[in-house]
């Protein structure tokens, strides 16, 4: 048993390697420019967050400060991209054998509950407003709000032109939502300063806190779930244990398989492949690696491999060939 699993670890090593050789490569290539990009665009956002929060504090509109919301929501999402790029390049080590991915994940889910909470907030302060209405200064709200839609373009366009990672497309795809808080907030400037219609403002203030709400409920899900070690979304189990019986030549069947995740673009699993007398477990292993990487994306697998007659039936009972 234990040569076996030694053998296989050194397996799964080597692939471990390989990938983050890949990894690094591509940093090489696109992590310097990236990191820059991301990094203005964080002290964009951030700091025209405190603007706009102080803006609405002084005119006293609620859509101003719902937007400095989002803008924060932005601004913790900007921070995890930049985070993540800044530890891709951390090499793991003896107390983190995967290494630093993971924190992205955690403060993903951490930012994802403070912003649950802060749209809980805006709403029940816009309930409150809605029941007394409170008098409300156009002329700054307008002006900050046309100030924050600048940023907001300015700061899409830096993450647009920052490559293809999915981490950016996420934190681009952020700033692209807090456009529509910043057209909320001008709307209802320019209402209030026309008609002097008040509760525009909470009734806005409510439309950017659902903004919040759902980019949030979707963080805090996600995260939570790959915290949970949950199964990778579009891996089944049940269908990579049929795919490799089906493809991999040797291999009469495949149970114990776990799958989950490092972080959402890095998949992982444990196997048991049972093979049929006489089958070369080498190329089995081989084969089975290559057919999850292939086919199903995953580049970090540990794979059992057993042989020989099963007692009952039952798979826990096949013995193990050390090889």
Partial sequence: MSATHHHEHGHGHHGHEHDHRGHDHRGH?????NERRVLIALWLTGGFMIVEAAGGILSGSLALIA?????LTDTGALA??????????????????????RAEILAAFLNGVAMLALSA???FEAAMRLAEPSPVLGGPMLVVAIGGLAVNILSFFMLHGAGDSLNLKGAALHVLGDLLGSVAAIAAAIVILFTGFMPIDPMLSVLVALLILRSAWKVTRDSAHILMEGTPHGLDPDAIAADLVK???????????HAWSLTPGQSLVTLHAHLVDGADAHAALSGIKARLGSHFGIGHATVQIEQGACADGHHNDCGEKQH
């Fill in 247 to 257: 493809t991999v030549a040797g291999v009469a069947d495949v149970h114990h398989v």
């Fill in 80 to 101: 995890l991209a930049w985070i993540a790029v800044r530890l891709a390049k951390r090499p793991a080590d003896d107390e983190r054998s995967y290494g630093w991915h």
């Fill in 67 to 71: 937007d400095a919301g989002h803008m």
């Fill in 121 to 123: 907030w805006i709403i």
């Fill in 29 to 33: 290539a696109h992590g310097a420019g």
